[in-house]
């Protein structure tokens, strides 16, 4: 057995620690930032609030790019650099969900070696140079991205989102204060800690595994199963916010090590040409690439079902059930074309699309490492009975 872990994040949890952040930037001797967050909303956030007063603080000079939009793509990531090069700052600050770190990281590797995003993301170009260094404060529960290597840009005229890892992509510090996330309205609760439970049990059953993963996703899976559903019915729980923001958190650092799977591989075009948000995709997708590993990787589904429920017997099924249950009770469609609808895209067109949503799957990066190796064929068929939430029909495959 071989296990290479680097993870060089410092991590900073607890209630209350985005007040630390001024402080703990200038530890790093950090002078001036570039603050990255999402919508205007953000701002008038008393998270937002708390982080300015911080910096200003300790006499950190920051200057702000508010606008990151959902699932940013190349001209938002060179909106940003453009503001590096304007303001000369020399690290950023993110403070949002997974949009505005991963656009931070994406910029701060863009602008370090001059080159633009999309000939990094495509491979056109190698990037040898490290990024600048990012800090991330996440104000969701979900996209691991304060924790991870990984980031993802939207190639808006391509309709990809594309998933890319840098080494240099660690943030430097991730600032985890559960507080943040008491305000989350529920549906970003619900699709954000589907993300994260995604991220788990997708490393957790990668060929590419080790002990120190499967320890980190086990627990990641046994938060989850414990307080999404409370985090969501009850925003302001602190022991249930608290768990959720290190499962995310450490899941992150997990995948990271490993990569993800299927479910991954179809919720980006999903995303991209379905207009859904990237957890929602997750989280309609994630039972039916379940319930098709059933018979294929069953002694670690079933430890992953007593994980997320251990009252229940611990079958692969129960694992598949569990989920169901959990996206029932929070909301989440059943299918995706009832995904689709929900986003306003007619059934009849997301039909259309499915050929390309395959194509774009079948190219995922991280398919090699899938518990199952399905043909493309398989995978036709497989989006076919998600399309249609047929879930009963996968086991045929
Ligand atoms: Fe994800």
């Known amino acids: 057995m071989e296990i290479n872990w680097f993870c060089p994040v410092r991590l900073v949890f607890g209630e209350g620690s985005v007040k630390n952040t001024g402080k703990l930037l200038l530890e790093s001797k950090v002078k001036s930032v570039l603050l990255v967050s999402g919508s205007t909303h953000t701002k008038r956030s008393e998270g937002y609030k708390a982080i300015c007063a911080s910096l200003e603080g300790v006499g950190i000079t920051y200057s702000e790019f508010g606008g990151v939009k959902p699932d940013p793509d190349q001209d938002q990531v060179r909106a940003v650099v453009e503001l590096l090069k304007r303001d000369g700052h020399r690290a950023l600050l993110a403070y949002g969900g997974g949009s505005p770190m991963d656009c931070a990281k994406s910029a701060a590797l863009s602008f370090a070696n001059e080159m633009d995003i999309l000939d990094i993301v495509y491979g056109r170009k190698i990037a040898q140079k490290p990024a600048l260094p990012v800090f991330a404060v996440p104000t969701t529960a979900g996209t691991g991205s304060e924790m991870s290597s990984a980031a993802v840009t939207t190639d808006s005229n391509a309709g990809k989102k594309l998933g890319f890892s840098h080494p240099s992509f660690f943030p430097k510090i991730a600032i985890v204060d559960p507080e943040l996330q008491y305000s989350m309205p529920p549906g970003l609760t619900a699709a954000t800690g589907m993300d994260a439970l995604t991220h788990a049990v997708e490393s957790f059953l990668s060929i590419a595994s080790n002990p120190v993963s499967e320890a980190i996703n086990l627990k990641v899976v046994s938060l989850i199963g414990g307080s999404l559903l409370k985090a969501f019915a009850e925003g302001s729980n602190v022991k249930a916010r608290a768990d959720m923001a290190l499962a995310a958190a450490i899941a992150g650092m997990s995948f990271a090590q490993t990569g993800l799977g299927m479910v991954h591989g179809f919720a980006h075009p999903v995303g991209a040409r379905l207009g859904a948000s990237h957890g929602e995709a997750n989280a309609v997708l994630l039972p039916f690439l379940l ?46 074309k009832a995904l689709s609808e929900k986003h306003g895209i007619a059934a009849a067109k997301a039909e259309k699309l499915a050929p390309q949503i395959v194509a774009d799957a079948a190219a995922y990066r991280s398919r090699a490492n899938n518990p199952r190796a399905f043909s493309d064929d398989e995978l036709g068929k497989l989006f076919v009975l998600a399309l249609k939430g047929d879930i009963g029909e996968v086991a045929g495959l």
């Open 291 to 336: 319930a098709a590993y059933i018979g294929h990787s069953d002694a670690k589904m079933a430890e992953l079902a007593k994980a997320l429920a251990p009252e229940s017997d611990g079958s692969p099924k129960s694992l598949v059930d569990k989920v169901i249950a959990m996206n029932k009770a929070m909301g989440i469609p059943v299918s995706v």
